[in-house]
């Protein structure tokens, strides 16, 4: 016999964030813990998937038939997962095992640090999907070994989820991964059943795993009758046989009225790697000259990455039940990777490259069909399911703002679909055809505002002409809206107009025309003063001039019709190279107070040094009133206090 030297294992730290993730699963007090067999399933899936695709271009990784095997221990407590997948290499296992390299996840761990409720955990980490380590709810100890196709070389993984991993050589026979979990014991309550027992694992697998496309197996022990069985009870034979657990039936390829809303959840889970149910699932069959099926889910969360880069499209690309593609981004338009499905099409060849797909006219009428069914689906839930959709909204709202700029064919779909906050209400969203409808009779403008939030904009001293006359104001405080109007420039006919720029002209013609006049006669008397305010203030200010929008407040600022807003501007500076600062328009209430007493002031003794004091002044007040930082603190005070002291 020969002793081999084993060599040591090495122990790893989890990074903080997977640590975090780990305390919470394993404390968590999540019922459902049976899901992690699940999770486990589906990655085996996966795995085999991959060494199908790589296989495609490297036969000689074929192995045998492609499975997952189920083999449980119910004296050890132990049950394993065995794929014959394409593995892990060592490397391959620190890095995918250990750390979680998905961009949000250090915010994701914050808002779990911070949420306050149990059910607010549970959602939150159903839908980042900790796979993997949801085998600690039911586990004291993971081992997994593992072999890359490809190489000859085995990997132990092995934690007890206390915060480190060890990684040794190991030795398997062939490629693919066993993971070994060392059940906790038997709690009902707790959700923790007999993982090892026959029905129990058919009946999991059933449930979450059954229309998985390779065959999931548990080797049961039969007795095998035996032609004396009435004499010889006792000594009946015993065999092991596999019994597979799953129909690997697709769901769209069944009889709609077989498929339940449950079924349908569980192949979103197993798509999209949430926990929760789907918002809403939508069926398609698309017959004639092409063919294709589809199973489309609209989440009822925001996937937690789905506005960072990288987030990937949601969408996996059959042929004939195969799996040739698992993001397969040219599915959907890039506003649309939010949902999530497959799309099974028999007319396509199963090695359809990805040059192909990205110039298939095959695959750009899929698109096509599938965008029109999200759309009218959407809007019909907006029309007749109103509360659920906005659920929808106050989720994934932005991604149709980003529709609406990048996709011009579906416009027409998308608009119908804004919802916004509005001065006609102090709760409730509108749409656009809602504003539409409540305008008044003279009015020819849809009129918004973008700001930081609802109550910046409420306050703002633009709007007060617009509060007087009952006029209806938009208030689009998404950063993803500033770029939204740089396209969106009509609705129905009426363009929209934002009430911060640009000349606004509120009332009936004749009115308006009538103010135009007094404004330009009023101007002329005030040209003087005008012409000095804009001297003090010429490096933040281009011009001086009258408002027809303020009734109580004495100034305010505002850009000219096609400058960008004064958040839109903040947005570009921060941004690479920074963004130029554009001068301002001033606007003066001739009404007020304070303009006529400059007025009369302007060309007494020493009114060179009271009309630049007041210019700063007037500048900062208007910089305040619209929520904008004033441009030199320290100098505004300076007046400020001056002011104050003279008051007194
Ligand atoms: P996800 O499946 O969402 O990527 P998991 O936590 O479930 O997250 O798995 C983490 C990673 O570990 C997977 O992305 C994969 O790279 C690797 N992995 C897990 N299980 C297996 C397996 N059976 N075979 C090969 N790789 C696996
Ligand atoms: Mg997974």
Redesign the pocket.
């Given at each position: 016999m020969t002793v081999t030297t084993e060599e040591p294992s090495q122990t790893f730290a989890f990074q903080a964030e997977t640590r975090q993730l780990l305390d919470l699963m394993i404390h968590s007090l999540y019922s459902n813990k049976e899901i992690f067999l699940r999770?486990?399933i589906?990655?085996?899936s996966?795995?085999l998937d991959?060494l199908r695709f790589e296989a495609l271009s490297n036969p000689e990784l074929a192995g045998g038939e492609p499975e997952i095997r189920l083999e449980a221990d119910s004296a050890a407590r132990t049950l394993t997962?065995h794929?014959n997948?394409?593995?892990?290499s060592r490397d391959?296992v620190i890095a995918?095992?250990g750390t979680?390299a998905k961009s949000g996840t250090r915010e994701l761990v914050e808002k779990l640090r911070t949420a306050q409720q149990d059910t607010s955990i549970e959602k939150l980490i159903g839908q980042f999907?900790?796979?993997?380590?949801s085998s600690f709810m039911v586990a004291d100890r993971v081992e997994?070994v593992?072999r890359r196709a490809g190489e000859t070389e085995a990997t132990r993984w092995e934690s007890s989820g206390d915060g480190t991993f060890t990684i040794a050589a190991a030795e398997r026979a062939t490629p693919?991964?066993s993971?070994t979990l060392h059940l906790k014991p038997v709690d009902e309550e707790a959700g923790l059943a007999d993982f090892t027992d026959e029905w129990v694992l058919s009946r999991i697998v059933r449930r979450y795993s059954d229309f998985v496309a390779y065959p999931i197996v548990l080797p049961v022990e039969r007795e095998k009758p035996t032609e004396s069985s009435e004499v010889e009870e006792k000594a009946a034979e015993k065999t092991v046989e596999d019994k597979r657990l799953n129909s690997m039936q697709p769901l769209w390829t069944r009889d709609p009225a077989e498929v339940t809303d449950a079924d349908y959840a569980e192949l979103y889970k197993h798509v999209s790697?949430d926990w929760n149910d789907p918002l809403e699932t939508i069926r398609v069959k698309a017959e004639g000259r092409f063919e294709y099926q589809a199973l489309l889910f609209i989440p009822s969360q925001a996937p937690y990455d789905l506005f960072y880069v990288g987030s990937k499209p949601g969408l996996q690309l059959y042929v004939r039940r195969v799996q040739i593609k698992e993001a397969a981004e040219e599915l959907l338009p890039h506003y649309l990777r939010f949902v999530k499905g497959v799309v099974d099409s028999p007319d396509l060849p199963l090695n359809v490259s990805r040059e192909m797909l990205q110039t298939d006219r095959q695959i750009a009428l899929i698109q096509k069909g599938l965008t029109r069914r999200i759309l009218d689906r959407l809007n019909e839930m907006a029309d007749k399911e109103p509360d659920k959709y906005l659920t929808f909204w106050r989720e994934l709202g932005r991604a149709i703002k980003e529709g609406v700029s990048e996709d011009y064919a579906h416009r027409d779909k998308l608009l119908p679909l804004l919802r916004y906050p509005s001065s006609a209400d102090p709760e409730k969203l509108t749409s656009l055809a809602g504003y539409r409808e409540r305008m008044k009779e003279d009015q020819e403008v849809i009129w918004y505002v973008t700001a930081e939030s609802r109550e910046v904009a409420e306050s703002s001293p633009h709007l007060e002409a617009f509060r007087e006359r009952g006029i209806e104001v938009l208030f689009m405080t998404d950063p993803v809206d500033e770029l939204l109007v740089q396209t969106f420039h009509e609705y129905d006919g009426k363009r929209l107009k934002s009430a911060v720029k640009g000349e606004v002209d509120l009332g009936p013609k004749e009115e308006r025309e009538e103010r135009e006049k007094a404004m330009k006669e009023r101007e002329e008397t005030l040209r003087p003063l005008l012409d000095r305010l804009q001297k003090a203030l010429d490096e933040h200010v281009k011009h001086v001039r009258l408002s027809s929008r303020l009734t109580t407040s004495p100034a305010c600022l505002v850009g000219a019709e096609h400058d960008y807003s004064p958040q839109l501007e903040r947005l570009l500076q921060k941004g690479k190279g920074g963004g130029a600062k554009q001068r301002r328009i001033l606007e003066l209430n001739p009404e007020h107070a304070i303009v006529q007493k400059l007025e009369s002031r302007a060309d007494g003794e020493g009114s060179d040094e009271v009309v630049s004091r007041y210019a700063q002044l007037l500048l900062g007040y208007a910089y305040l009133a619209e929520g904008s930082e004033v441009p030199d603190p320290v100098a505004f005070n300076a007046r400020l206090t001056e002011l104050m002291s003279e008051g007194l």
């Amino acid at each position: 016999m020969t002793v081999t030297t084993e060599e040591p294992s090495q122990t790893f730290a989890f990074q903080a964030e997977t640590r975090q993730l780990l305390d919470l699963m394993i404390h968590s007090l999540y019922s459902n813990k049976e899901i992690f067999l699940r999770e486990l399933i589906s990655n085996a899936s996966d795995a085999l998937d991959r060494l199908r695709f790589e296989a495609l271009s490297n036969p000689e990784l074929a192995g045998g038939e492609p499975e997952i095997r189920l083999e449980a221990d119910s004296a050890a407590r132990t049950l394993t997962v065995h794929d014959n997948g394409i593995g892990m290499s060592r490397d391959e296992v620190i890095a995918n095992i250990g750390t979680i390299a998905k961009s949000g996840t250090r915010e994701l761990v914050e808002k779990l640090r911070t949420a306050q409720q149990d059910t607010s955990i549970e959602k939150l980490i159903g839908q980042f999907g900790v796979g993997f380590y949801s085998s600690f709810m039911v586990a004291d100890r993971v081992e997994l070994v593992t072999r890359r196709a490809g190489e000859t070389e085995a990997t132990r993984w092995e934690s007890s989820g206390d915060g480190t991993f060890t990684i040794a050589a190991a030795e398997r026979a062939t490629p693919g991964t066993s993971i070994t979990l060392h059940l906790k014991p038997v709690d009902e309550e707790a959700g923790l059943a007999d993982f090892t027992d026959e029905w129990v694992l058919s009946r999991i697998v059933r449930r979450y795993s059954d229309f998985v496309a390779y065959p999931i197996v548990l080797p049961v022990e039969r007795e095998k009758p035996t032609e004396s069985s009435e004499v010889e009870e006792k000594a009946a034979e015993k065999t092991v046989e596999d019994k597979r657990l799953n129909s690997m039936q697709p769901l769209w390829t069944r009889d709609p009225a077989e498929v339940t809303d449950a079924d349908y959840a569980e192949l979103y889970k197993h798509v999209s790697g949430d926990w929760n149910d789907p918002l809403e699932t939508i069926r398609v069959k698309a017959e004639g000259r092409f063919e294709y099926q589809a199973l489309l889910f609209i989440p009822s969360q925001a996937p937690y990455d789905l506005f960072y880069v990288g987030s990937k499209p949601g969408l996996q690309l059959y042929v004939r039940r195969v799996q040739i593609k698992e993001a397969a981004e040219e599915l959907l338009p890039h506003y649309l990777r939010f949902v999530k499905g497959v799309v099974d099409s028999p007319d396509l060849p199963l090695n359809v490259s990805r040059e192909m797909l990205q110039t298939d006219r095959q695959i750009a009428l899929i698109q096509k069909g599938l965008t029109r069914r999200i759309l009218d689906r959407l809007n019909e839930m907006a029309d007749k399911e109103p509360d659920k959709y906005l659920t929808f909204w106050r989720e994934l709202g932005r991604a149709i703002k980003e529709g609406v700029s990048e996709d011009y064919a579906h416009r027409d779909k998308l608009l119908p679909l804004l919802r916004y906050p509005s001065s006609a209400d102090p709760e409730k969203l509108t749409s656009l055809a809602g504003y539409r409808e409540r305008m008044k009779e003279d009015q020819e403008v849809i009129w918004y505002v973008t700001a930081e939030s609802r109550e910046v904009a409420e306050s703002s001293p633009h709007l007060e002409a617009f509060r007087e006359r009952g006029i209806e104001v938009l208030f689009m405080t998404d950063p993803v809206d500033e770029l939204l109007v740089q396209t969106f420039h009509e609705y129905d006919g009426k363009r929209l107009k934002s009430a911060v720029k640009g000349e606004v002209d509120l009332g009936p013609k004749e009115e308006r025309e009538e103010r135009e006049k007094a404004m330009k006669e009023r101007e002329e008397t005030l040209r003087p003063l005008l012409d000095r305010l804009q001297k003090a203030l010429d490096e933040h200010v281009k011009h001086v001039r009258l408002s027809s929008r303020l009734t109580t407040s004495p100034a305010c600022l505002v850009g000219a019709e096609h400058d960008y807003s004064p958040q839109l501007e903040r947005l570009l500076q921060k941004g690479k190279g920074g963004g130029a600062k554009q001068r301002r328009i001033l606007e003066l209430n001739p009404e007020h107070a304070i303009v006529q007493k400059l007025e009369s002031r302007a060309d007494g003794e020493g009114s060179d040094e009271v009309v630049s004091r007041y210019a700063q002044l007037l500048l900062g007040y208007a910089y305040l009133a619209e929520g904008s930082e004033v441009p030199d603190p320290v100098a505004f005070n300076a007046r400020l206090t001056e002011l104050m002291s003279e008051g007194l």
